[in-house]
């Protein structure tokens, strides 16, 4: 069995996700046609998905963000996301989406979520991918605007609207002044995460602990300049949500082959990961490559990876009789797996 064959049919939950970062280009074109965004010029449409950094990379997302208008635009972009992931082998999805850029541009929040429930439950009725959704909060924006996102959000909280999360430009924007909103959100039972250490310093992470209260860290490589926040994320298992593909084209570090690469780094260091996409169609990647992409780079062996996807069960959102139930199901999925795999090499 080859390597990408092994990826694909290993059982894996998708947690980090953005959905303005899963339209396909071709789907981000036709949208916007319909909808009459302008496009910057382009000769072939994957060229829209050109950038090198995160900044360049958030005005494309935005740009793909204002494209979706109707409750069907938001059913279509939600369905082919979770569609990609299945495809990938995802049995379970945790994603986010960015509601304060949808109402910016004049969106209601009833346009959106209706058309997002209607995809997930439908992605579970015609390809059984069981998913959560994350409304996250733009940083960028001030606290008062992420307090009115929790007036806005909090009504539909529910077993799919599950949490919310942190993301935009963390290097100007750290998450300290969210306390108030996250202890809020908390106290409404909504499950919580945030980008930390992506693009800021190791405090974020810290301060995504302890004053946000958050139970996961998105991304999270720079802990990594304080050995002793490391050994407490180790000795709490707190769990980090890495990307691959997103670390090549949206921070500086550019090659995942390097020893000193933090997603090596952390592996090496014991820190309890989970890969993931981030942006799959705008990264040109799936969930699948992720874990093929790390094994290939970083010589991970077969063992390592079931390993990792077996971190996404244990760090998803799921009621623990679930996580035990798909625990010991893809445990034997994963012996079958390997087995076949040494016969094969
Ligand atoms: N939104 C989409 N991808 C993101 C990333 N990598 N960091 C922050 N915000 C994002
Ligand atoms: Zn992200």
Known sequence: MT?????????KAELHLHLAGAVKAETFLKLARKNGVNLPPFAEVEELYRYDNLVDFLQVYDLVARSVVSADDFHLITYEAL???ANAGGRYVEFFFSPQVHQDAGISYETMFSGILKAMDDADKDFGLISRLIPA???ELTPDRAFEFLDLVLPYRSEKVIGIGLDYDEEP????PFKPVYERAKKAGMRLTAHAGEAGPAANV???LDLLSVERIDHGYRVLEDPALVRRCIDDGIAFTVCPSSTVILTHWRDLTAADHPIHAMLDAGLKLVVATDDPPMLQTDLAKEYRLLSETMSLDRRTLADLALNSLDAAWLDESTKRDWR???SNEISHLL????RAA
């Open 3 to 11: 390597l990408e064959v092994f990826a694909r049919a290993l059982p």
């Open 83 to 85: 569609a990609h992931v």
């Open 137 to 139: 909060i733009n940083r």
């Open 173 to 176: 924007f750290p998450p300290a």
């Open 206 to 208: 810290r301060d995504a």
């Open 328 to 330: 010991a199901a893809w």
């Open 339 to 342: 087995t076949a795999g040494e």
